[in-house]
Each structure stands twice: as C-alpha cells, then as structure tokens.
C-alpha cells in the first residue's frame, strides 16, 4: 500500500498523518517522522505542538480524522480497530462504530451470548442491565438467559 500523508488540521504545515498511521513534523523545516509512545490504554500517541503549548493526540482518531472524515465527539462514535491490535493503525484497520456496539463486539469473555445480559453466580439468574449516559440501569433478574435478553431489548427500544 502506498503511503500518503495528510495535514493535520489546526497543525496544517507543521504536522501530517499517513494512512499507515505514521506522524511526520515540518518543524524547523526538517521533515521528520515522529516516534509515537504506548499510553495508558494500549494505544499509540504522540505529542503535537503549536504555539509553545503541546497537546498529546491518539494517533489512530488522527489517522480517523484525517481519512474517514471523523470528528470526535465523546462516546457517541468512536474509531475501532478491527483486528483488535490496538498499535495497527493502518487506515484498513480502522473503522468508525457507535460506542455501543465498540464495547460488546467480542463477546468471547463475556458469560452471556446476548449484550446487556449476564450471569448473576450467587443468584442462578440472569441479570438485564443497560448503561444509559454512562449511569448503569439495573433490569432485573431472570430465570433465562433469553427472557433477560428480551428485557435488554425492550429496554433499548425505549431509550428517547
């Protein structure tokens, strides 16, 4: 794949990405490709800066932002890395997902088959919960998975 690099925008002539999800700065007008760093969350950053104030940016919503027309916007669309290696950011890994569907999307860990539902050990039942505006909203508990599911579902339709 050939690599092409796009401004930055706000850093437009200091800094550029590649659909490979390489930085490149202008400053001192040195080409130069940066070398990211591993944050917190798994995830490649780097630092841009811009009129002595530096901002620190994940490179994958640069990459987002830049070649899928992504702004960010909280929790609401977030970038997902589709082969789950959270340093791939290659624009063919990348794609743009609801927050929703981002957390339950591999569902291998996970007790139950269906999203919002889950194995309540110490009951024998299943717990329905759904989180709303990030406040966790207890459904109930049930005597199958399937009548949880459903409780989830019903609980869904009904978000305004």
């Known amino acids: 794949m050939e690599e092409i690099f796009k401004d930055i925008p706000g850093y437009d002539g200091l800094y550029q990405v590649s659909n490979l999800?390489?930085?490149?700065?202008?400053k001192c007008k040195k080409e130069k490709i940066l070398k990211n760093s591993i944050g917190n969350h798994g995830y490649f950053r780097t630092a841009l800066i811009k009129n002595k104030e530096s901002k620190i940016f994940l490179v994958h919503q640069l990459v987002s932002i830049c070649f899928l027309?992504?702004?960010?916007?909280?929790?609401n669309f977030?970038?997902?890395?589709?082969?789950?290696?959270?340093?791939d950011n290659n624009i063919n890994n990348l794609r743009i997902v609801t927050n929703r569907y981002n957390v339950h999307r591999n569902r291998d860990n996970y007790s139950s088959k269906y999203k919002?539902?889950?194995l309540n050990k110490r009951a024998n039942k299943w717990l329905a919960?759904?989180?709303i505006n990030g406040k966790r909203k207890r459904l109930g508990l049930f005597n199958t998975e399937y009548e949880a599911h459903l409780k989830y579902q019903e609980a869904l339709q009904n978000i305004k």
């Open 78 to 87: 977030v970038v997902d890395h589709i082969n789950e290696n959270k340093l």
């Open 116 to 118: 919002g539902v889950s």
């Open 129 to 131: 919960q759904i989180q």
């Open 21 to 26: 999800g390489r930085v490149k700065s202008f």
């Open 69 to 75: 027309n992504h702004s960010i916007c909280g929790y």
